[in-house]
């Protein structure tokens, strides 16, 4: 295996090793399994392993070729805001403690109909909201946060218990722990992936998203999740990529390290060939996070309602703060930032129409100390404009944690921007 | 009681009678179950009865008056969609059949705190979808349709087997069964009340909706679910209402007697006093149905993947239809849907501005025969615009079956359409 070690393959070369004949499911998951034993005293990336994973990875070890998934005996962790049998769902909140769902959520069931072996579930912020920030430590400095809310998920790729995990975005939940963790990470456009069985927060904006350790591993799984279809079946791959960049309508609030990186991208860029031209976002565009928050707070009422009306003061404050709609935004207000957002969605895609890929920060810098989830303002625009977005991670001698860029497209351009990111990636995380 | 038999009170009825030591949940719950005895063997509405019912009103009659809820001690029907603790959800799928979730849908769990009572659950299309039709008969006519998808929760208000009842929309699920059955129901607008834990179908168009015989149930089940904000505080609640009227962009698909009632419609509003005008919706508005099964069956295909994939053929092969993208549907036709449905959104509600409520046709004539859901293209288009609805019957001397009109008003000015249909109601419900 030419001297890496199980649990640091990628899980495409575990892929064509296992089906090479030169690894079995038994090994990989106990690799998976020994590594989080040596490590999650530090990270706290979990909060419940699955004790049938060996047992999982045999009876998959055991299965004729002919009957292998796409996933077949990849070890994988799950956001404990998705539904899992046989494994307790708590989205990280004291109400929900040792409950236990009675069916997988869809985008769990496919991913156990490939063959992939759900190795636990992660921490998380409380419910993918707010509350309970999750207790899981940055690999790359203990001190600092991994970002949320998908703490944990992002924690067990880039601390190598796992090489694939599932996330969910509302705001920046998937690609800001993948910039703070140093991985590769995707929310493909909204719409594309089931919902069902994940904590309901906000109906317009949660997205399934995923971590991988390469460009292949989230293409392996927008593959499981059916996103196999091209938005222009006529548009040709280049191997010169038209890029815009773009620093967004935030500017102001990133860190230097932040700049620096999406001004090395740039110029990396270039020197791999490829045009790159800055350009600004319309100037209106600095609305968007107001109206991400504006729908996502009325939205969220809705959602912890019922939670509410139960648990009184058990349940935390920031909950109720929602529901009772603390920062009084009208009804009139809600309409209003859905219609500025759709009129946004069209603007947008026209702007992006004009590139391969468009690349903007994904967090305001590095992570920072502490276990707050961190600032989603880099992310939640992409969100609310239901575009996909790949973060990849960009090398930078001079900065000691992690840090990354977004590249996104026009909605439902999911499958030639994982193709732009294959050919960009290699240049970015050298 | 007025002569009335227990079991044909309205729910507002019944509380105040509970309120005033008149009534007790038992009575009441008894009177609901009795009557399912008696006639569910002709209308199958239910897929299962609560064999608890009995005790839980037992429960409830011995809770001191401030601890009674909103709904103490009302029957509710809940359409098999929706999670439920202690009684199985089917989906009206063979692929479900005692299936049992673990928690119950945040809808429900609201209804249980406020002290209603689950008498059931019933029969729908199947995942509210497609696929199987439900059982149910039609009460005005056992060789009708009540109409689908919430054929068992429409038949069990219509027939009298409990006041009031949960169902869900997607495209007409909620307001074309009432029409059918000659009920009042309402489908709010979208957003504001939780679809956690009910299944899914489409992310943008899945709303919950519910049945009661009266405005006030509607009001107050809409009062439950936290829907008390005015959308225009300022807006006086006038005597006289400026009424607008209109035929929608598919007359040509309406029977008579569905114009009859329009047209009798507006004739006793007049002679109510009201203001009414006739009026056409803008010819764009024809591509809208279009637009809604665009986003549906490319929504549709992700919420079913996982159940295709588990299931293969057993699956009823619509389904499978629905994520082989068999219409096909491009990526393109999907953007397309959903920005022009967000223009129609604020088109519609400039228009609507200019009244305190518009009345449309709920369906293109009566049910007709047989067990088939019925044409959502007379509700397809109000989902699709977020906006509430509320379905008011209209007595018809010469017309055998039910008929009646959808109201309907801008996006979340659901109070005031409420406070509308309270007044408009009794001129046409006579």
Redesign the interface.
């Known amino acids: 295996m030419n001297g890496i070690a199980l649990n640091q393959l990628t899980a495409s070369q575990a892929r064509k090793l296992m089906a090479g004949g030169r690894l079995t499911a038994r090994e990989l998951v106990a690799a998976s399994l020994s590594r989080i034993r040596d490590r999650d005293g530090d990270i706290r990336a979990w909060l419940a392993i699955n004790q049938d994973a060996l047992v999982e990875a045999d009876r998959l070890d055991a299965l004729p070729k002919d009957q292998h998934g796409r996933l077949h005996g990849l070890p994988i962790a799950v956001k404990d805001v998705f539904d899992t049998v046989g494994l307790p769902t708590t989205h990280n909140s004291p109400l929900y403690r040792g409950?236990?769902?009675?069916?997988d959520a869809?985008?769990v069931?496919?991913l156990r109909?490939e063959g992939a072996i759900i190795i636990g579930k992660t921490d998380t912020t409380e419910f993918a909201a707010c509350g309970n920030d999750a207790a899981t430590a940055n690999p790359h400095d203990l001190s600092r946060t991994p970002g949320g809310s998908s703490a944990g998920s992002a924690a067990a790729v880039a601390d190598f218990h796992v090489p694939l995990a599932l996330a969910t975005q509302t705001g920046g939940s998937t690609i800001r722990p993948a910039s703070f963790c140093g991985i590769y990470g995707m929310k493909p456009s909204a719409?594309?992936?089931?919902?069902?069985g994940v904590?309901?927060y906000s109906?317009?904006f949660d997205t399934v998203g995923w971590y991988g350790r390469s460009v292949e591993d989230l293409a392996l799984m927008a593959d499981v999740?059916?996103i196999t279809?091209?938005?222009?079946e006529d548009r040709k791959s280049r191997d010169t990529l038209n890029i815009g960049v773009s620093f967004g309508p935030y500017r102001d609030k990133l860190e230097p390290e932040s700049i620096a990186a999406l001004e090395a991208t740039a110029t990396r860029l270039r020197e791999g060939g490829h045009d790159v031209t800055f350009f600004d976002l319309p100037a209106k565009f600095e609305a968007l996070d107001l109206y991400h928050r504006t729908i996502l707070h009325?939205?969220g009422?809705?959602?912890f309602?019922?939670?509410a009306?139960?648990f009184g003061s058990d349940l935390h404050k920031e909950f109720h703060h929602r529901?009772e709609n603390r920062d009084n935004r009208?009804?009139?207000d809600?309409?209003t930032a859905?219609?500025r957002s759709?009129?946004a969605?069209?603007m947008f895609?026209e702007i992006a129409s004009g590139f391969d890929a468009i690349i903007a920060p994904s967090a305001p810098g590095t992570a920072p100390p502490g276990r707050k989830p961190g600032d989603p303002l880099f992310n939640a625009m992409w969100t609310l404009l239901?575009v996909p977005c790949i973060h990849i991670p960009v090398s930078m001698a001079n900065v000691a944690m992690p840090i990354g860029v977004t590249l996104t497209s026009?909605?439902?351009n999911d499958v030639a921007l994982l193709a732009s990111a294959a050919k960009i990636a290699p240049l970015l995380n050298t």
Not at 99 to 103: C, I, K, L, N, T
């Open positions: 409950f236990h769902p009675a069916a869809p985008a069931e496919l109909l719409g594309l992936v089931s919902r069902e904590k309901l109906v317009s999740y059916g279809e091209k938005l222009n009325r939205e009422a809705a959602a309602r019922a939670l009306r139960r529901v009208t009804l009139s809600w309409v859905i219609d759709a009129e969605q069209m895609d239901r026009m909605r439902y």
